[in-house]
């Protein structure tokens, strides 16, 4: 398991002199919107704000949460299928925990969010790369590629949608195939929506509409409300499933911050408008991005995967990354999201604000030899 995941060259950000991109983070710089930051909360009115919460989660919290998943999510969640997490990290982790023994394979479509490999080995259970969302573009490939990896001990699906590192938005109908196989495999799903939100072509679909009795998903309001050093987020599922992640929820971060559920309940209530504007500002950023680095639009989420293979010599990826970072672009590298992608790195394009993300796709357009387009378009 790595120590450092995102970058090898991360501990040198802070000694560069001249500008620096650091995009090889999933972050924002947009602040949470009035009402929903640190310094809107008032001891006054919150009383409980230095104390510890219920483990499960604020109880007005928890109830919001399975309003907004049976009116937005079509998922018919109750108050025991809840449990509100340190971030989606800390959520993905008690899930993988309760679902997995020492020994057992969870399958994982590659290229994946680069912390859930590690996850997965922490719990002593044994990752599975399925070569997916840049190589299967039917319904029947993706059952096929299952297949190719499914074994014996497999207990468990990995599915992110709107995907991170790549921007795929997986369809309704792929879930719902997904879904079936699961079932007819007797596998757990686990979900990974943090990006639900922030979808700009096609549109989202929970997975546990598909198979509720097998589905264990996480949520985030890091990624939908910029709250990421918040660390607040969310599981749903079946309750017998939630109930043992709530254990090791309990013996390891016990609750969520109390002051991130307060503000992560003012956003449930009141954050539409702000999700709305920052998704607008998100899909022009990476459509100029995107076509600045010749490459698709993204569907989704606020990443972009590109295949550097072609403009690596003899030091291989490190020495890529070392010449990008001369220009003060800092971008993770693929393998992070799968061992097929050693050639690939990941960008952010929601890191710094729009002028900034423009400035370093040029930068980065340079060093790949890409034409930069005459009309770089609207920057956000």
Excluded at 345 to 368: D, H, I, N, Q, T
Aim: hydrophobic share 40%; net charge negative.
């Amino acid at each position: 398991m790595p120590g450092a995941v995102y970058s090898p060259l991360g501990d040198r950000i802070r000694a560069r002199r001249g500008p620096v991109y650091p995009l090889h983070v999933g972050d924002t710089w947009r602040e949470p919107f009035p009402g929903a930051r640190m310094q809107d909360l008032a001891q006054s009115v919150h009383p409980d704000l230095n104390r510890y919460t219920a483990t499960q989660g604020i109880p007005e919290l928890v109830d919001a949460i399975v309003e907004k998943l049976r009116a937005r999510n079509r998922i018919a969640a109750e108050r025991d299928s809840v449990l509100v997490t340190g971030g989606a990290t800390a959520g993905l982790a008690n899930a993988v925990g309760a679902l997995v023994d020492p020994g057992d394979e969870v399958l994982i479509l590659a290229p994946f969010w680069p912390l859930i490999r590690g996850i997965v080995q922490s719990w002593r259970a044994r990752p599975v790369e399925v070569p997916f969302f840049d190589r299967v573009f039917s319904c029947d490939d993706a059952l096929a590629a299952l297949d190719a990896r499914r074994t014996a001990r497999t207990v468990a699906l990995y599915v992110s949608t709107p995907s991170n590192p790549t921007g795929r938005v997986l369809p309704e109908a792929w879930l719902a195939a997904l879904a079936e196989w699961a079932r007819r495999q007797d596998v757990w799903l686990i979900a990974d929506e943090v990006y639900e939100e922030i979808v700009y072509r096609g549109a989202h679909a929970s997975l546990a509409r598909f198979a509720p009795e097998r589905t264990v998903t996480a949520y985030s309001f890091s990624k939908t409300y910029g709250m990421a050093g918040y660390r607040a987020g969310y599981l749903t599922g079946p309750p017998a499933v939630i109930a043992e992640a709530a254990k090791l929820h309990t013996h390891s971060t016990y609750c969520c911050a109390t002051p991130s559920q307060r503000a992560a309940l003012v956003a449930l209530r009141d954050g539409d408008g702000w999700v709305a504007e920052t998704r607008a500002l998100y899909r022009r950023v990476g459509d100029d991005t995107a076509r600045v680095l010749g490459l698709a639009p993204p569907e989704g989420s606020t990443f972009l995967f590109l295949d550097v293979a072609d403009r690596l010599d003899d030091r291989g990826m490190l020495g890529f990354l070392e010449d990008a970072f001369e220009d003060g672009v800092v971008l993770a590298p693929g393998a992070s999201s799968g061992s097929d992608y050693a050639g690939w790195v990941r960008l952010c394009y929601s890191a710094l604000p729009p002028e900034r993300v423009a400035e370093a796709s040029r930068l980065l357009a340079k060093r790949l030899g890409v034409g930069v387009p005459s009309d770089p378009g609207t920057d956000g």
